[in-house]
């Protein structure tokens, strides 16, 4: 019975919370004073180790609570719950979509998305480029507004990638994460 409720209650809430993780929490807090599972203070706690480990937010925060309340199978009730709603809204978006993709306004509508999802993903490449590379609070001389360091980092690492294509791409991500933290702690 406990696992047909931590079903039915991370339902409603994957049903309802539009927005990601964060929009699980109202019903995290209302699921709390309702059910007695855990506590509004626990709810802080659920959100940090959702934040600290890998995966969508509200994935791990529903698992965390099911695993609390009915251990392992506790914690795919939980799971399905907060997923399925979800999973049922793409299968008929899936569905609706089958129907129309020959039409020729909905491939053109696909097709014009193509531009649009590259600008975004554009924009946030230099953003994030623009943050890195660039001192862009300190405009004292023109020397002193580029961040050496990063810049370095980023010329090795695109001479590196020519000739080492063939490594994980995890790789240059730990290289980078290393060389930061060292020039971090380093003081530079």
Known sequence: MILLQLFWEFFKTGLFSIGGGLATLPFLYDMAGRTGWFTAADVADMLAVAESTPGPMGVNMSTYTGYRVAGPAGSVSATLGLVMPGIAVIILIAAFLARFHENRYVMGAFYGLRPASVALITGAGVSV????????????????????????????????????????????IAFSAVVGAVFRFAGA
Request: glycine share 4%; net charge neutral.
């Open 129 to 172: 480029a623009v943050e890195a590379l660039f001192f862009t609070e300190e405009y004292t001389t023109l020397p002193g507004v580029f961040n050496w360091p990063a810049i370095a980092l980023a010329a090795v690492l695109l001479l590196a990638t020519g000739k080492l294509k063939r490594l994980h791409p995890a790789v240059f």
